[in-house]
């Protein structure tokens, strides 16, 4: 029987193009050419002693890939092997069904059909937002296939030690090459299969743990390019939850390392949610790492992307929201200061999402507690916004944040009032201050012009062009 790889599409001959329609293209199986199969007896028709040599038979069937590049080849052939999935994935769910004999020949046929290389992506600037996602051609035999081994690790006779004789670091880490596929639904059955694994498997937890690290790494700071970034932080979103206290310097050293450089890469929209998620896990596990995560976040904070500071300023309310009322004097003064910028923004929805921390109880009892210093950080910024900003609902809610800060403590609010004002108008003094002196010197210029065009009158043309450069300059 021969074999040949199917052929990879060539992205280099690809123009990059936006907004395309959906497409389907197939990975690079191990094809067997010319290959037809013929439907098995049914197990549940086979004598009980039979059983297990017709279904290491069928196993081996299902090993058999087809070329779904073409709709019209092997089409009898490929509706036999989905039968056949169908047949294994009920059988596989019976009692008496898992022996020894077994457990190779499924993950040699799961491994057969699963584990493969991913073609390059058609688009070479293939973007998630903008780009419909590239289909697997071969999904019809896939899905029974994730689907299959998700009932094989998940049935009630399931033997891990017997497992990880075959289901080891080398089948992990060609699983977690398959979270690049652009196929959503692929990575969908991969999150959960290989959720599965991390709990089936006490031997490889550090493993996926440290080779999820390095994949993120190398999306930070080399490539930037990995489609499953969300469906991997959900799977760690349901690790860190299950941590043992008090955490290990391993997991803390996850936080701060991987986590929270997350924040920096431009794709932030596509996974946020679950990366907020995993964050606040670790706060509200361990309230000391309540400072460490909130000078991260200021570290990464964004200087020109809106979108991004509106997310952020939504991960710091969570934050907030579960935070030890002992650790927020640790962070409040330089977390105000940059809620403070927030504010002043002249994009409203960056000015919106700050003020609506005040919408939270918790917050606002919490800034209750310490309105001596939170009150002076943004007084003046508010105070200013209030009479400056072009958008009316923003000041609607800067007046009701003034008129907070007012019930909080009268006097302070007072003091602030009376502080701003008297710097507004020792400002406005200094401006006409300088007025003056800009008028009296161009007096004394004019003087000067006059009298020197009185000792020589050849000048004067020449002192007037002079004299108006020197204001032009001034100005």
Same mark, same amino acid.
């Given at each position: 029987m021969s074999a040949t790889k199917a052929p990879r599409s060539?992205?280099?001959?690809?123009?990059?193009?936006?907004? $395309? +329609?959906?497409?389907? *293209?197939?990975?690079s199986f191990l094809i067997q050419k010319c290959v037809e199969i013929e439907p098995l007896p049914a197990l549940k028709d086979t004598p009980a002693d039979q059983r297990e040599a017709l279904f290491l038979r069928k196993l081996q069937q299902c090993s058999i890939i087809f070329d779904f590049s073409d709709a019209m080849l092997d089409v009898k052939s490929k509706e036999v092997k989905r039968a056949c999935l169908n047949e294994l994935i009920e059988y596989i769910s019976c009692e008496n069904s898992l022996t020894e004999r077994v457990y190779p020949e499924v993950v040699q046929m799961v491994s057969q059909n699963i584990l493969r290389t991913l073609s390059p992506s058609d688009n070479v600037d293939y973007d998630p937002e903008e780009d419909e996602p590239t289909l697997e051609l071969a999904w019809p035999h896939l899905q029974l296939v994730y689907e299959f081994f998700l009932r094989f690790l998940e049935s009630s006779e399931f033997?891990? =030690?017997i497992a990880k004789r075959y289901i080891d670091s080398k089948f992990v880490l060609h699983l977690l090459e398959l979270f690049d596929s652009e196929d959503p639904r692929?990575?969908?059955?991969? #999150?959960?299969?290989?959720?599965?694994?991390? +709990?089936?498997?006490? +031997?490889? $937890? +550090?493993?996926?743990?440290?080779?999820?690290?390095?994949?993120?790494?190398?999306?930070?700071?080399e490539s930037e390019k990995l489609n499953g970034v969300s469906e991997l932080l959900e799977i760690l979103g349901s690790i860190i939850n299950g941590f043992?206290?008090?955490? #290990?310097?391993? *997991?803390?050293?996850?936080?701060?390392?991987v986590l929270l450089p997350l924040h920096i890469v431009k794709s932030l929209n596509l996974y946020h949610a679950q990366l907020a998620y995993c964050v606040v896990q670790f706060v509200e596990k361990d309230g000391a790492l309540t400072q460490p995560v909130v000078k991260g976040l200021l570290r990464y904070w964004p200087k020109t992307n809106s979108s991004k500071e509106v997310m952020m300023l939504g991960e710091i309310e969570e934050i907030l929201d579960v935070i030890d009322p002992g650790q927020f004097p640790l962070i409040m003064e330089p977390l105000f200061k940059q809620i403070a910028k927030c504010v002043t923004s002249h994009h409203f929805q960056v000015a919106e999402r700050a003020l609506f921390l005040w919408n939270n109880e918790y917050i606002v009892s919490l800034i209750e507690e310490h309105v001596t210093v939170i009150m002076p950080i943004l007084f003046n910024s508010l105070y200013r916004i209030s009479k400056e900003h072009w958008n009316q609902s923003i000041v609607a809610l800067v007046y009701n944040v003034l008129k907070t800060f007012m019930e909080m403590d009268q006097k302070l609010f007072n003091e602030l009032t009376e502080a701003y004002n008297d710097k507004v108008t020792a400002r406005s003094v200094a401006s006409m201050k300088r007025q003056d002196q800009w008028q009296r010197l161009e007096?004394?210029?004019?003087?000067? $012009?006059? #009298?020197? =065009?009185?000792?020589?009158?050849?000048?004067?043309? =020449?002192l007037a062009k002079l004299g108006s450069f020197s204001i032009q300059e001034k100005s």
């Open positions: 060539d992205a280099f001959n690809k123009k990059p193009g936006n907004r $395309r +329609g959906r497409n389907q *293209h197939s990975s033997q891990p =030690a692929e990575r969908d059955l991969l #999150k959960t299969t290989l959720h599965r694994v991390y +709990g089936k498997f006490l +031997g490889l $937890r +550090g493993y996926i743990r440290k080779q999820v690290n390095n994949m993120f790494l190398r999306f930070v700071y043992a206290l008090p955490l #290990k310097a391993e *997991h803390k050293l996850f936080l701060q390392k007096t004394l210029a004019s003087e000067r $012009r006059a #009298k020197l =065009a009185e000792a020589d009158p050849d000048m004067e043309e =020449a």
